[in-house]
C-alpha cells in the first residue's frame, strides 16, 4: 500500500514537472526565433518525455538497467500504439509531410540502430555518446532550418508570450517554471522508480517487465494528455509529431544519457534482445505504411494500433506468469494476426503509391 502511495504521487509529480517544463521552454524557445511548429515537435515533443529522461536516468545510476531500458522501449511501443491509436479513435489525424519525409524515416533508422548496439548484451558509454550526437545533430538541423526559414519569411507575428523585439515576457518567470518542473521530476522519478521496484519483488516479475508495462504507461502521460488534447482542438498534427518526436528523443537522448551516466553502460537482457527490442522496431516501421495513406492516419488504423497494444500487453503478462495459454496465444499472433496486418498494412502502402503515381501522369 505504501508502494502504491509513493508510485502515484510520483506520477503526480512527473506530470506536473513536465508541465511546467514544457510551458517555460516552450517560450523561451519561440523567444529564441524558432517557429511554432518546430517548437512543438522539439521542445514540446522533449518535455512530454522528460518524465522517462528523469526516469530511466534515475534507475540507470541506481543500477537499475532493465527498468531504464525497459521504460525507453515501453514507452516508444505505448506512444504509437496506444496514443496515436487513441488519439485517431477520437478524430483521424493529419500526417504532415515533414513526418513522412524526415522524422519517421529517422525514428525507423533510431529503432534499428538501439537493436544492433544492444545486440552485445550492453549499450555501453560510446553508445550512449553515439545516440547523444545523433540528437544534437537533429536538433541543430531543425532549428537552424526553421530559423532560415523565419527570416526568408519575415512575415510572422510575434508569438504568444513574446514582444514584437523577439523577447519572452516574463522570462524570469518561465525561468523559474523550467528549474521548478526539473525539481518535481527529479523527485518524481525517485519515488516512482523505487515504488516500481517494489512492486517488480511483490508481484515476482523482472524489472523489465514493469518497465514496458506500468512505467512506461506511467510516464507516457504527459504525451498522452497532449496528443487527445491536441487531437481534440483539431491540432491534429501536433498530436502526431508530439509522438514522433517523443520517441525520437527516447531513443536518442533519453537512452543515450542514461547509458552514459551508467556505470558501464545498461546492460540488456535476453529477452530484451530477442523480443522487446525488435517489437519497437516492428511497431515504428508500421508507421510508414500507415502515415503513407492520403497523409491521414484513419480511426480503422488507428483501432488496429489499440489491437496490437492490447495483445502485446497481454502477451507480457501470460509471459511473466508463465500461465498455460501462452503457447497457443503466441502461435495465433505469430502465424494469422500479424502476417494478415502486414498484407494489409503493404495493400494499403501499394494503393497510395498506385494513387499517387497516377494523380502525377494526369
Known sequence: MISLLWFLLGLVLLVAGAELLVRGASR???????????????????????????????AALGGQGDLSLGNVVGSNIFNVLFILGLS????????????VRLDVPLMVALSVLVLVLAHDGRIGRLDGALLASLLAIYLVFLVGRSRREAQFDGTAAPAAGVDAGGRAAGWPWQLAMVVAGLVLLVLG?????????????????????????????????????????????????????????????????????????????????????????????????????????????????????LAYWLA?????????????????????MLFFAVPLTLLTLLLLALGELRRRHGGAIR
Open 28 to 58: 523561451l524557445a519561440l523567444a529564441a526565433g524558432v517557429s511554432p511548429l518546430v517548437a512543438g515537435l522539439t521542445v514540446v515533443a522533449f518535455g512530454t518525455s522528460s518524465p522517462e529522461l528523469a526516469v530511466s536516468i534515475g
Open 88 to 99: 485517431a479513435l477520437v478524430v483521424p489525424l493529419v500526417v504532415a509531410r515533414q513526418l
Open 189 to 305: 522519478a525517485r519515488w516512482l522508480v523505487d515504488a516500481a521496484v517494489a512492486f517488480a519483488l511483490l508481484m515476482g516479475v523482472s524489472e523489465l517487465v514493469v518497465g514496458l508495462t506500468i512505467v512506461a504507461a506511467g510516464t507516457s502521460l504527459p504525451e498522452l494528455v497532449t496528443s487527445v488534447v491536441a487531437a481534440l482542438r483539431g491540432e491534429r498534427d501536433i498530436a502526431v509529431g508530439n509522438v514522433v518526436g517523443s520517441n525520437l528523443f527516447n531513443l536518442a537522448g533519453v537512452l543515450g544519457a542514461a547509458a552514459l551516466v551508467a556505470p558501464g553502460g545498461i546492460a540488456v537482457s535476453g529477452p530484451a534482445i530477442a523480443f522487446d527490442l525488435p517489437v519497437m522496431v516492428v511497431v515504428a516501421f508500421a508507421c510508414l505504411p500507415v502515415f503513407l495513406t492520403g497523409g491521414v492516419i484513419s480511426r480503422a488504423e488507428g483501432a488496429l494500433f
Open 312 to 332: 502485446y500487453t497481454v502477451y507480457l503478462v501470460l509471459a511473466a506468469s508463465h500461465h498455460d495459454a501462452l503457447p497457443e496465444f503466441s502461435a495465433v
